[in-house]
């Protein structure tokens, strides 16, 4: 009996046992089909973004539903700058390893497992142990965390991370556990990698982006035309370009790139742009003129360079606006043609006026012995009407060439202005005369009779230029000019007095205008003018260290603009001499190296009861002065002369 009831019981405990065990074979029954499950959401989860910030969180918790942990986290490597950062962390807190920490890949955890990609399961059963075998763990044993999972996460057969998985329980983890965090870190992986490049990627886009918007920043903001040439028209302009011919880019793409540019220069820019696009070496850099949309004709410079655009040739080129550049140039060029001219016309007038002086002498000298009624005393007379006329012309050309000989003092040119508008206006009463001159007119030092004969000369130049009558505009002003505004000039910034003498006539076109300032030239019919009274102008201005500006249109009337520097001297009343033939007994020096001056003037001056003695040079003047040094009372010299000229002899005299 007793053994039936022994027997009894432990089948009954075999039964018991059996139950007991039937969930959890039930559960390892369904534990693989869990497991895929979960795997799949992973996939899933994975599959949904590229955004990893977003399929870590939702990776974790359906791994927590495979392996329970405590902390799990993820550290990426960065080979670029050898460290490692934790990309993502959740659980228990290890001070040395949260969110966002970097450390040094060197020498570390990650390091021995990236050179040698096994996985790690780490259960030690002591302290000492952790310490001996994996000591770079301690941080996370301190934290209380007994279990620890290192999966290397591979990519491409590159170790990219280390997936961790922890737990505060011993023995927590079997093998079995392993191969299935090794299968969540392959998934992971991918999926770290993909995100990895689609953020690669992206920073090139960006930093694409960025670099295209830094090249159309400098393209649109440059002061240059940058457009492409192909096809006959204009592709890709800047806004300059743009700007610069008065067209739209649709515009500029549908006109032939030639109708812009000047009917002149439309051949050579064609052949030099089909030449460079034949792959002919030409000079990248060249000028001509454009016609933009308001027909002003612009000069302009280009840098073109050959290349292929869209997979076509073409040339890219840089178009720079040098219509002032020219200008100055021009100017520059004017300056220095009549810097030259006037030197020539200079030695001609010092040759002529020669001449004249010796007929003249002799001409008065005849007449200073003849009674007016002398049958030939109306001849002379005659003969010395023309030798003023001829010494005039010789007066302008001196004039031009050097400004005269100049008597400067400190003068109101509104005084001067008023004179001789008032001295023309009753000759020529069918001009009408305006006036707007400034209060307080800053002095300038001048030459009065020099500066009456420019506003003269200008005011007859208007009055031919309206030859129906007009208005004649005078106008000054105190302007202050800058290095930028004078430099075309030769002159020096700084204050100046400005004069502007406006008419209401025909003006005149370009060519004209470039052109009036030359000695001899004119507009009139031959006999009608000697081409001399703007030359005189143009001389006694730059004489007196200023500058002259003109401007003019068909058809539009002329503004000539004097500029004359400011003085700080107070103005000089003008103090009238006397028109009496002076005479006396001194004695005189007369140097020239002209024969027929020096004997004309030696016999007029003993006419008039002076003593003279003669030199033909500054150095024989020097021998004469030093031998008669006590009775020469004056010395009249020539300036200019072979060998030593008149301003170094004087100097030397001086001593």
Not at 133 to 149: C, E, I, N, Y
Not at 183 to 211: D, T
Request: charge should be neutral.
């Amino acid at each position: 009996m007793r053994k039936k009831i022994t027997e009894l019981k432990a089948s009954e405990e075999r039964i018991e046992r059996v139950e007991q065990a039937l969930p959890k074979r039930e559960e390892e029954a369904n534990r693989p089909a869990q497991e895929n499950a979960i795997m799949a959401e992973i996939g899933r989860i994975i599959s949904s973004t590229l955004n990893i910030e977003e399929v870590y969180e939702s990776f974790a918790k359906e791994a927590q539903k495979l392996i329970p942990f405590d902390r799990i986290s993820i550290n990426l490597i960065n080979l670029e700058d050898g460290t490692v950062i934790v990309a993502y962390v959740s659980g228990l807190d290890i001070p040395a390893r949260r969110l966002g920490d970097i450390y040094l890949l060197k020498d570390s955890a990650t390091e021995r497992i990236r050179g040698n990609p096994l996985s790690l399961l780490i259960q030690p059963e002591t302290r000492e142990e952790l310490e001996s075998k994996f000591p770079k763990f301690m941080p996370h044993f301190q934290a209380g965390l007994r279990s620890m999972m290192a999966i290397p996460l591979i990519s491409r057969d590159t170790v990219i991370g280390i997936l961790h998985l922890q737990s505060a329980k011993t023995k927590a983890y079997t093998d079995k556990d392993l191969r299935l965090a090794e299968r969540i870190a392959s998934q992971i992986a991918g999926a770290i990698a993909n995100a990895q490049l689609f953020a690669q990627r992206k920073r090139a886009e960006e930093a694409l982006q960025a670099s295209e918007e830094k090249y159309r920043l400098l393209v649109q903001n440059s002061n240059d035309a940058i457009f492409i040439a192909q096809d006959g028209v204009i592709k890709f302009p800047n806004l300059k370009t743009e700007e610069l011919l008065g067209y739209s880019a649709a515009e500029l793409a549908e006109t032939p790139f030639v109708n812009h540019i000047h009917p002149d220069d439309r051949s050579m820019v064609a052949e030099r742009h089909k030449k460079r696009l034949g792959g002919q070496k030409l000079p990248s850099t060249y000028s001509f003129r454009v016609i933009n949309r308001v027909d002003e004709e612009l000069w302009v410079e280009i840098n073109a360079v050959s290349i292929l655009w869209e997979a076509r040739p073409a040339t890219l080129n840089f178009l720079r606006d040098i219509t002032e550049k020219k200008k100055l140039e021009a100017q520059f060029l004017q300056a220095q043609k009549m810097e030259a001219v006037g030197t020539l016309a200079g030695g001609i007038a010092h040759d002529f006026n020669n001449l004249l002086m010796g007929i003249q002498g002799h001409t008065s000298l005849m007449m200073l012995d003849m009674v007016p009624t002398h049958r030939h005393y109306k001849m002379l007379k005659c003969v010395e009407e023309q030798v003023k006329s001829g010494a005039d012309l010789t007066w302008q050309l001196l004039s031009f060439a050097r400004g005269g000989k100049n008597e400067f003092k400190p003068t109101d040119l509104n005084a001067i202005i008023k004179k001789s508008s008032t001295m023309f206006g009753r000759a020529k009463k069918e001009i009408s005369i305006l006036q707007s001159l400034q209060q307080d007119l800053w002095p300038v030092e001048v030459d009065r009779g020099q500066i009456e004969q420019v506003l003269l000369n200008l005011y007859v130049n208007a009055w031919q230029a309206m030859p129906s009558g007009g208005s004649l505009c005078l106008e000054t002003k105190n302007v202050v000019l800058d290095e930028n505004y004078v430099r075309p000039f030769n002159a020096k910034p700084g204050n100046y007095v400005k004069t502007s003498v406006t008419d209401t006539g025909v003006g005149m076109d370009e060519k004209t205008r470039k052109r009036i300032f030359e000695p001899f030239f004119t507009t009139k019919e031959m006999g009608r003018g000697t081409g001399l009274g703007l030359a005189t102008v143009y001389g006694i201005i730059t004489g007196h260290g200023g500058f002259i500006n003109v401007y003019s249109q068909k058809g539009h009337g002329a503004t000539f603009t004097i500029y004359l520097p400011a003085s700080e001297k107070k103005v000089e009343k003008e103090k009238k001499t006397s028109a009496q033939l002076l005479k006396g007994t001194e004695t005189i020096l007369l140097v020239d190296d002209e024969e027929v001056v020096v004997n004309v003037s030696r016999m007029l001056l003993e006419a008039m009861g002076y003593k003279v003695f003669m030199a033909r040079s500054g150095q024989e003047a020097l021998g004469v002065y030093k031998a008669r040094k006590e009775e020469i009372n004056l010395v009249i010299m020539d300036m200019i002369m072979p060998g030593m000229g008149g301003e170094n002899a004087i100097d030397i005299l001086k001593r």
